[in-house]
């Protein structure tokens, strides 16, 4: 089991930039595929890019290619969504989760964070 905890969401306005971060207990991280994944109200929750254990592999939904990046750190349990270009409809809580297997779904991911509320302004 690992504990995953987000952090970095916020308010901005359309064009603008956030950095999320999950932060990860357990000595076992390295392991682990992350991924990002994000509900907004009355929506199903949705993959949003995965990383593989050691950051050399890099999965995105087209939604999202080529303004956000995601990127691990594992010398401090750490892995990061870098948002750029955000438009509206990218408001959502953005969730982390940890799977040995990896994937875009849901159900392939057995650790999950709390989330954190991303809100973009028109």
């Known amino acids: 089991q690992v504990q995953l905890v987000e952090s970095g969401g916020g308010l901005v306005q359309a064009g603008g930039s956030l950095r999320l971060s999950c932060a990860a207990s357990?000595?076992?991280?390295?392991?682990?595929?992350v991924g990002w994944f994000r509900q907004a109200p009355g929506e199903e929750r949705e993959f949003v890019a995965a990383?593989?254990?050691?950051?050399?592999?890099?999965t995105y939904q087209d939604s999202v290619k080529g303004r956000f990046s995601i990127s691990r750190d594992n010398a401090k349990n750490t892995v990061y969504l870098q948002m750029n270009s955000l438009k509206p409809e990218d408001t959502a809580v953005y969730y982390c989760?940890?799977?040995?297997?990896?994937?875009?779904?849901?159900?392939?991911?057995?650790?999950w964070g709390q989330g954190t509320q991303v809100t973009v302004s028109s």
């Open positions: 357990g000595r076992t991280f390295l392991s682990y595929t």
């Open positions: 989760a940890a799977s040995y297997r990896g994937g875009n779904f849901v159900y392939e991911y057995d650790n």
């Open positions: 990383i593989n254990w050691s950051g050399g592999s890099t």
